[in-house]
T-cell receptor, first 116, second 115 residues
Framework: EAQVTQNPRYLITVTGKKLTVTCSQNMNHEYMSWYRQDPGLGLRQIYY???????DKGDVPEGYKVSRKEKRNFPLILESPSPNQTSLYFC???????????????FGAGSRLTVL | AQSVTQLDSQVPVFEEAPVELRCNYS??????LFWYVQYPNQGLQLLLK??????LVKGINGFEAEFNKSQTSFHLRKPSVHISDTAEYFC?????????????FGKGTKLTVNP
């Protein structure tokens, strides 16, 4: 089944304890992206990657890191989590058709992170 | 740059009633438009999209949307809703030019269908 898999789905952690949220897709998609969803704010892009070893900042990158060493994986790293990073996180991917913004995103099921 | 405004944060309706979820966008270039749906405790999935051609777009589960360039709108409609349509709906826009994949989402509209 074609899918985007995120782990963990739920995590409670404490301020300053490094954590990684993994994201893996099995569709050979070139484009991958991380979003955070907060009540009343919708989805905001954190980082995205156009291909292996190519990553760039989205709208809210502060406090996050990413890497894209393999096509299928795009982990989100919180080096020193803070309470304002408590949120619902989504990873998404798409095949790049050359039409840029026409690409349809496939989303993971989400990772709910609580930072105490 | 693009932006999206979803005019209603919450829309309660009764089962079998019609519904319209409103979306307006702003862009200096021509756009692609999308509606995504998020069912409780799930990720987002595509409902429908407008890329080009007919301005009336039909999607899954009986939903449709109409692209109105002069009004810069892309409202979502369904003539008769079911309990199972209870979800959050997101309008999204991306620019046609420059090959950018950047997708800008609205803040979402929570549709609650009551029996």
């Amino acid at each position: 089944e074609a899918q985007v898999t995120q782990n963990p789905r739920y995590l409670i952690t404490v301020t300053g304890k490094k954590l990684t949220v993994t994201c893996s897709q099995n569709m050979n998609h070139e484009y991958m992206s991380w979003y955070r969803q907060d009540p009343g704010l919708g989805l905001r892009q954190i980082y995205y990657s156009m291909n292996v070893e190519v990553t760039d900042k989205g709208d809210v990158p502060e406090g996050y890191k990413v890497s894209r060493k393999e096509k299928r994986n795009f982990p989100l790293i919180l080096e020193s989590p803070s309470p304002n990073q408590t949120s619902l996180y989504f990873c998404a991917s798409s095949i790049r058709t050359g039409k840029g913004g026409a690409n349809v995103l496939t989303f993971g099921a989400g990772s709910r992170l609580t930072v105490l | 740059a693009q932006s999206v405004t979803q005019l209603d944060s919450q829309v309660p309706v009764f089962e079998e009633a019609p519904v319209e979820l409103r979306c307006n966008y702003s862009s200096s270039v021509s756009v692609y438009l999308f509606w995504y749906v998020q069912y409780p405790n799930q990720g987002l999935q595509l409902l429908l999209k407008y890329l080009s051609g007919s301005t009336l777009v039909k999607g899954i589960n009986g939903f449709e949307a109409e692209f109105n360039k002069s009004q810069t709108s892309f409202h979502l409609r369904k003539p008769s809703v079911h309990i199972s349509d209870t979800a959050e709906y997101f309008c999204a826009v991306s620019g046609r030019q420059g090959g950018s994949e950047k997708l800008v989402f609205g803040k979402g509209t929570k549709l609650t269908v009551n029996p």
